[in-house]
């Protein structure tokens, strides 16, 4: 292993930032300290003018194999992710087979061992198949994945849902919730609102998303279960989750940098403005930057959610559901909420690295002296305009494309490897 001397650059973390140099030595971090003098040949990487954070984690990524490898796979969506500054990812279990059993869990884990670049923690599936029929045995797979979810659909029966929720209480597992009550649905694509209405649009109403939140809330207060809420894109899940956490019920929560700087205001007739859940109202894209300031919302994940060209150029009504953004997340976060004073640097990298990795009991998270040397330079000053044909993902879906942004991600290492470097 190569030893590596980080030098000048500004370390970033939840706490503030100061000027250090990271000395890595054996996949870990051997010293932080103001002028390390290098004596032992490892090589100096000049990170003057740039920001030093641990590598980040995403909890929500949608790798697609093995089943739909002509959308992603996961050597692909590891180095977008690895290019996105990212060391850590949650991969999704709508796959084919859905890893319900310790033996579909396995032929995943299989490719992931041969092809990631980076980690990639696999969740499984709360029902088999998730079907919503029938649990899976959370007892047998709990050591071998980061949560379990149904996502791509909301977990409908309320029986069911109280039943996950026993047995994760009693096996100590989270449980990662998309919340879609699909009576509400309609043949909705977009969000019900003024958009949808003015261009003859189905909307989504947004109580298809916390009606479901505000069940589960519930249900996690009576079952003492770790409850996690994937994706919320509206007012009312922030303000349903921050009264949860008030009261003590043990719940954490993601949101996308596509519902903290996008709206419906911004819609095209283009797939890749669709997604479920809907890009929503101002109001509720401010609530969700409210959250994320005061710490309702505990991690921003991307949802990466790759297609082909084929099925995202169907318009809003016919494209599948869905966009990349493992490669935009940061410059677009920095962009549109660091540079104009929304949000702190330190709580967007904070929501990207710690909160995160608390949410899911991972450790690590920080730069610190023994830590694992899984970083992330970032040059703050780079000016670049976003181009899907330069995307490592298959998937180039991205309502961020043409977008001038600063900053880019100029090293990731993971265990003081280089996985990307510009
Ligand atoms: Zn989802």
Known sequence: ???????????????????????????RIAAIG??????SGAGVTDCRGKLVCAGFTDLHVHFREPGQSYKETI??????????????????????PVPDTPETLALEQEIIDRDACI???PYCSITRGRKGLELTDFAALKGHCCAFSDDGSGVQDDAMMRAAMTA????????AAHCEDNALLRGGYIHDGRYAAAHGHRGICSESEWGQIAR???????????????????????????????RGVRVTCE?????LVLCEDDLQEDGRFKMNPP??????????VEGLRDGTIDAVATDHAPHSAEEKSRGLAGSAMGIVGLETAFPVLYTELVIPGKVRLERIVEALTEGPRRAFRLPGGRVEPGAAADLTVIDPDAQWTVDPAEFLSQGRATPFAGMRVRSRIVLTLKDGEPVWQE
């Open 1 to 27: 292993m190569t030893d590596r001397l980080l030098k000048g650059g500004v370390l970033v973390d939840g706490t503030g930032r100061r000027k250090a140099d990271v000395l890595v030595r054996d996949g």
């Open 34 to 39: 103001p002028d390390i003098v290098e004596a």
């Open 75 to 96: 050597r692909s969506g590891s180095r977008a992710a690895a290019r996105g500054g990212y060391t850590t990812v949650c991969a999704m279990p709508n796959l084919a």
């Open 119 to 121: 980690e990639v923690l």
């Open 168 to 175: 994760a209480a009693r096996e100590d597992v989270i449980l």
């Open 216 to 246: 589960d809330l519930q249900l996690a207060e009576q079952t003492g279960c770790r409850y996690h809420v994937c994706h919320i894109s509206c007012a009312e899940s922030v303000e349903l989750i921050r009264a949860a956490k008030a």
């Open 255 to 259: 949101t996308a940098p596509h519902y």
């Open 279 to 288: 890009l929503r109202r101002a109001e509720d894209r401010e609530a969700l």
